[in-house]
């Protein structure tokens, strides 16, 4: 079919619009494994189209040989070679990024995608749906846009439940598998014209340190290979200190390493392939236009001694010839470094800035000079750690922040602090370690001199002046003098 093209406020794409682009030269839909869904489309510079070719405007076209045709918003257009005029285009679902999504929190894949749709503070009626059976805590504690939360980084749908992302004009789905193994089969000889195959150990790790970090010792397991016989050696060191309670033995912190290397693929090369493959309906062969998005597919080549079984993780659809021109496979997993990487617990100097430390974002951590300052710190964001000299300055730290921890002297300064350090058992807030906040304690104070909201408190009593003048001084409730 033709790409036609729409005024940027159409929402039922019955009408013919401004009518098809007839003159187009290109019309390119790339789609990629939760990742880009993109048009791009060349007309020549004279064409009578292009007055409505602008920013907004959109372009309805076929995105593959399956699915229903697709609208896709102008994001950009710019002269090209031999007057020709590119046009680049986003999927409508990309107008999810000015689509607030109200604070939630939820405990499974189905109450997330509830809110999803329940908690639109704004937008043109996005819908979301999925079929996936699993548990995670995801918590979003500010209006947040409703296309971040889908995004592969951390606290959104697709990391804390996985999933496969389908778009539907303005239907999002998060699915279990989009795609099937259909049985297609890829081999020299038979059905595969052009083959571009890497494997990469760029980012490949050969093996993992587990250790764990409490308030007052630190265990380090020994080295778990993931793999060998590669003729170099690449350890990542592995922050597990949220994986237990209480200090690990070495073989329990040696078999969670074992279980991570599992669990993250450790040691697993990433594997990129183009192929290109016989035209459609050729010596009665499943075709390219078999395949779909997110498929498994096997891919054969005697010569190379290649055969796997491999995903397909992007598409490129000629839209003007009705058919693929080109298909992408292999595991396209994140960058190896930075999906293991991720998950620390260790903040250092600096680390944080501009944004808020949500509720148990640093667990079993440390929290080092200068990591947080002038930000909020949310309830049970930091727990069972030790922090420094100088970790939290110019903070508000909520009821709850920082439980059963030993704050160290100026750890928090110019803080407000409500509820928020109380003092259990043999706990104690050493001297000078806050100034200008509010304490709560349940047990005892100790310090030798503490300034709370211009108030003195010196060796366990608190003096003050009233308000004729007189200096009054308390222990506990008790007033001793005048």
Excluded at 6 to 23: H, L
Excluded at 351 to 380: C, D, H, M, P, W
Aim: hydrophobic letters at 40%; proline letters at 4%; a neutral charge.
């Amino acid at each position: 079919m033709k790409p036609i093209l729409y005024p940027a406020d159409e929402s039922v794409f019955v009408s013919r619009g401004y009518g098809p682009i007839s003159d187009a030269t290109s019309c390119l839909v790339i789609e990629e494994a939760n990742g880009a869904f993109e048009l791009r489309l060349t007309v020549p510079r004279t064409s009578p189209r292009l007055a409505q070719l602008v920013n907004g405007a959109l372009i309805y076209a076929r995105p593959n040989p399956h699915d229903n045709p697709q609208a896709f918003r102008i994001r950009r257009a710019g002269k090209a070679l031999r007057d020709q005029i590119e046009i680049f285009a986003q999927h409508l679902c990309y107008d999810l990024a000015g689509v607030p999504i109200g604070a939630f929190s939820a405990t499974t894949a189905a109450k997330a995608i509830g809110y999803m749709n329940s908690k639109q503070l704004a937008g043109d009626g996005f819908s979301f749906s999925t079929d996936l059976v699993v548990s995670n805590p995801m918590n979003v504690e500010e209006p947040t846009d409703a296309w971040s939360l889908l995004g592969s980084g951390e606290n959104t749908l697709t990391y804390n439940y996985g999933g496969q992302l389908k778009f539907d004009m303005r239907s999002v789905q998060l699915l279990q598998a989009r795609g099937a193994d259909r049985g297609f089969v890829i081999a020299y000889g038979k059905n595969l014209t052009e083959l571009r195959y890497e494997e990469s150990t760029e980012k490949l790790y050969t093996g993992v340190l587990p250790f764990w970090v409490g308030s007052e010792s630190t265990v380090v397991g020994a080295v778990q290979v993931a793999v060998s016989g590669l003729g170099f050696t690449r350890v990542l060191p592995v922050d597990l200190s949220s994986e237990f309670d209480d200090p690990p033995t070495k073989a329990q912190l040696n078999a969670a390493g074992r279980k991570y290397i599992t669990e993250k693929k450790v040691g697993v090369p990433d594997i990129q392939i183009r192929a290109s493959f016989v035209p459609p309906g050729s010596r009665g062969l499943k075709t390219l236009e078999d395949v779909r998005l997110w498929d498994e597919v096997t891919l054969r080549h005697e010569l190379l001694g290649i055969d796997v079984e491999a995903s397909v993780v992007r598409t490129v659809y000629d839209v003007l010839r009705e058919r693929y021109q080109s298909v992408d496979i292999g595991n396209r997993l994140l960058s190896v470094a930075h999906t293991i990487a991720a998950p620390t617990s260790r903040i250092a100097a600096g680390a944080v800035t501009g944004k808020s430390i949500r509720g148990g974002s640093v667990g079993g951590g440390k929290l080092k000079n200068g990591a947080v300052t002038e930000y909020k710190l949310a309830n049970n964001c930091v727990t069972v750690n030790k922090i420094v000299d100088g970790a939290v300055v110019t903070t508000k730290v909520a009821d709850g922040a920082v439980t059963g921890n030993k704050v160290l002297d100026q750890a928090i300064a110019y803080a407000k602090l409500s509820h928020s350090l109380q003092v259990f058992y043999n706990d104690t807030i050493a001297a000078n370690a806050v100034f200008a906040g509010v304490i709560y304690a349940k047990k005892s104070v100790q310090c030798s001199t503490l300034l709370v909201n211009g108030i003195q408190f010196l060796n366990g009593s608190w003096s003050f002046t009233d308000g004729l003048g007189n200096p009054r001084t308390f222990y506990g409730l008790k007033e001793v003098g005048t």
